[in-house]
């Protein structure tokens, strides 16, 4: 019998392709997703990929009582990806509470079914912004936590503390959070993508709706940084090499791998792109001209960051393929399926 995995958010632009990754490598999946940030439709494709339609429930994880009953007539679950959760930066500085409420109470909810009804594996969506703007680069899992930049950060530093004291009180459970850097493309048939809702915040998902006349210009946000460009720099990881790396996880714990009870991993691809790097790649690879104009620096954002993977590349055995050329035009075909543009 395979076993059966619970993706949390998995109607979501990351927790869709691990899904699918999941479901290649004969994992049972089933997804719990209020469809939030997301449609249905990804439920389809995720089907149309891999011909097989994953169990999908859709309620908020924040809800005590849904969430309890869900537990409570799925006791065969091997393992938790939980991945559902607010991921706007800046909305989070706005609506503070909101991103606290979500993403906490999903995580407390989770964490004390996992305790109830023995479910001893946990996947976490961590993120990369623990690590604030990192004195050295590139930043290995060993670099200090600095205070968050914004709410959205601070959840994440949180949710990581909240499951370390949950591990301490109950050793049965075994967690490895993921530190992503920039998630960004699609999957290769762009049956599956990232999937905005309203303005897209972050800067793939712009240039691309861009360039499909959805949007005016980009704006690229600050030429003054202390960079070769003067742009802001980020390391770009593909959402295939991204899921691939869950599946590993995931297999990790399941077979017990895993070294300590507790274990944290960057995930990028070890290489720093500035802005303007990613908007000339893109017209490189797709052939097409970005509009775009300079304006000043986004609140919160950190001069640059890119990913010391060592530890990934040789703990998980695992490594980024995909280069940022090949990233941006996945995204670009999947913009373009979506859109109806040949
Ligand atoms: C941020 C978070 C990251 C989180 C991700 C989820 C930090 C440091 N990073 O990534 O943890 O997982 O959001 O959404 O908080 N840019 C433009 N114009 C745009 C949009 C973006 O110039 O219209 C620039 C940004 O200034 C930045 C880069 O593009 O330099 C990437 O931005 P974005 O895609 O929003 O991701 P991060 O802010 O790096």
Redesign the pocket.
């Known amino acids: 019998m395979a076993n059966k995995i619970l993706v949390t958010g998995g109607a979501g632009y990351i927790g869709s392709h691990t899904a699918v990754n999941l479901i290649e490598n004969n994992y049972e999946v089933i997804i719990v997703d209020n469809l939030s940030n997301s449609e249905e439709k990804i439920i389809d494709g995720i089907e149309k990929i891999t011909g097989i339609r994953p169990e999908f429930y859709q309620f908020d994880l924040c809800d005590i009582k849904k969430t309890n009953n869900f537990f409570a007539k799925h006791t065969d679950i091997k393992a938790i990806i939980h991945f559902a959760a607010y ?3 800046g909305e989070s500085v706005s609506l503070p509470l909101k991103y606290y409420h979500n993403n906490i109470a999903s995580l407390i909810n989770i964490l004390q079914n996992m305790t109830d009804f023995n479910i001893p594996n946990l996947v976490f969506s961590s ?3 623990v690590y604030g703007q990192p004195e050295k680069l590139p930043v290995n899992e060993n670099a200090p936590i600095q205070p968050a ?2 709410p959205y ?1 601070n959840t994440k530093q949180i949710s990581e503390e909240m499951i370390k004291d949950t591990i301490l009180s109950n050793k049965n459970i075994n967690t490895i959070a993921l530190r ?1 850097f ?1 998630p960004i493309g699609a999957h290769k048939s762009s049956i599956i993508g990232e999937l905005p809702i309203g303005v897209p ?4 998902p ?1 240039i691309t709706q861009t360039v499909a006349g959805l949007r005016k210009e ?5 030429n003054d940084y202390n960079t070769p460009d003067g742009s ?1 720099i ?1 390391d770009y990881i593909h959402i295939e090499d991204l899921a691939e790396a869950h599946v590993i996880a995931i297999t990790r714990l399941l077979e017990q791998k895993n070294k300590q009870n507790f274990e944290y991993f960057n995930l990028g691809t070890g290489q720093g792109n500035s ?1 303007l790097d990613v908007i000339n790649t893109f017209e490189k690879f797709t052939g097409k001209t970005v509009n775009y104009k300079i304006v000043p620096r ?1 609140e ?3 001069e640059q960051v890119w990913a010391d993977t060592s530890f990934a590349n040789k703990e998980l055995n695992w490594k980024a393929k995909t280069s940022l050329g090949n990233s941006l035009l996945s995204a670009w075909n999947w913009e373009k399926k979506l859109r109806g543009i040949h």
């Open positions: 991921k706007a930066v993120s990369c912004t930049n914004s950060g992503y920039n915040n972050n800067l793939i712009f980009l704006s690229v946000f600050g802001a980020r802005v986004r919160g954002d950190v």
